[in-house]
Nanobody, 127 residues
């Protein structure tokens, strides 16, 4: 069955970096837009970034622009989120999700449009 597994979270010092990996199985990730979301305790889930299917259009939330980089490797059925210059406001559980919207359409960080979700990976930042 379709499954997404995130990995790469952990504890890092403020200003440090992490690379999150999103590995899909049971479906062809290349046909899907990919979104990264995060949720901190007591807060709503926040759309961080997304990359569309077909043409790789990318969106970043203002809070992570110029610090995070989303990418995808469809041959490996995998996506990534590079987190650089991590700040005290970045700790959260980070989720990867896949959306089978029309090919080439701009992606969205609206959670309800996504079909498959991973279980999340924890990112912790120490000051």
């Amino acid at each position: 069955q379709a499954q997404i597994v995130e990995s790469g979270g952990g504890l890092v010092q403020s200003g440090g970096s992490l690379r999150l990996t999103c590995t899909a199985s049971g479906f062809t990730l290349g046909y899907y837009a990919i979104g990264w979301f995060r949720q901190a305790p007591g807060k709503e889930r926040e759309g961080v970034s997304c990359i569309s299917n077909g043409n790789g259009r990318i969106y970043y939330a203002d809070s992570v622009k110029d610090r995070f980089t989303i990418s995808r490797d469809d041959e490996r059925n995998t996506a990534y989120l590079q987190l650089n210059n991590l700040k005290p406001e970045d700790p959260a559980v980070y989720y990867c999700a896949a959306d089978n919207g029309p090919m080439g359409f701009p992606c969205t960080v609206e959670p309800k449009t996504y079909n498959y979700w991973g279980q999340g990976t924890q990112v912790t930042v120490s000051s």
